[in-house]
């Protein structure tokens, strides 16, 4: 397989993200990606419940995920709203469930 065939294949780039700065070079760099292939873009944000719930930190469980949950979306959206200008492929922002 050549790689103009190769390319040609990508129609959807995928690009997990966190608030760590490495994650804002990851997006721009799926950004350039997606631009260079045509490929629709979406950035994902996963909520792990046993890494954020902390069973004695007096905080209920549910609402600690709750709350990292509508944190993601807030991340989200700002890597959407920042990096992907109206004119290119839209920009899902994938929002975790409970």
């Keep these: 397989m050549d790689l103009e065939a190769a390319a040609v294949s990508f129609q959807r780039i995928l690009v997990a993200v966190d608030e760590e700065p490495i994650s804002a070079h990851a997006a721009e760099v799926g950004l350039e990606l997606a631009k260079a292939l ?37 991340l989200l959206a700002g890597f959407c709203s920042e990096l992907v200008p109206p004119s290119h492929a839209p920009c899902w922002a994938v929002s975790p469930t409970p």
């Design 38 to 74: 045509s490929a629709r873009l979406a950035f994902i944000y996963v909520v792990d419940p046993f890494a954020v719930a902390a069973p004695d930190g007096g905080i209920p469980a549910g609402e600690l995920i709750a709350r990292a949950q509508e944190d993601g979306k807030r």
